[in-house]
């Protein structure tokens, strides 16, 4: 359990790390590129290292809900591209909540991946929530559209 759940923390730093070099959640590269946005790379790291999570997205509004400031939750899948907006009691394969401050348009993402732990006599015992979240990024991208501020 102790690997795998290690394994998963590293691929939640990664996907963090993939979010900041690319100034967001993109599509395509600062060059329209569509095979370099950072949603297709992170599902490409994901693919590669046989990721296989599932959970909610959701935001507790007591936790992030400062003045002044933006919270959107968005729910991924790892063989799509597709970002949506977070539906409650919907399955997503990864999280990124949007915390932007409209004071002084930066933002950080917190990102979350899930970890299963099964047995094999025993399926599917619990589902674990990894989280963290990016450094500041100024004039964040998302869906390839940055983000508007005050």
Known sequence: M????????????ELSSII????????T??????????????NTY????????????????????????????YGLYVDSEKIEVAQEGEKYDYCVLQIT???NCTT???????????????GRLTNFRISGQTNEVTNAFINDTMVKCN
């Open 2 to 13: 102790a690997l795998n759940y290690s394994k998963t923390y590293k691929l939640k730093n």
């Open 20 to 27: 900041e070099k690319y100034e967001g959640l993109t599509t």
């Open 29 to 42: 590269d600062k060059s329209g590129r569509e095979i370099t946005g950072s949603i297709n790379i992170m």
């Open 46 to 73: 994901l693919r590669n290292s046989n990721y296989e999570g599932s959970g909610n997205c959701y935001q507790d509004p007591n936790v992030y809900n400062m003045s002044n400031t933006k919270t959107v939750s």
């Open 101 to 103: 401050n409209q004071s």
């Open 108 to 122: 950080l993402f917190r990102v979350t991946v899930f970890y299963e732990f099964n047995l094999p006599v025993f």
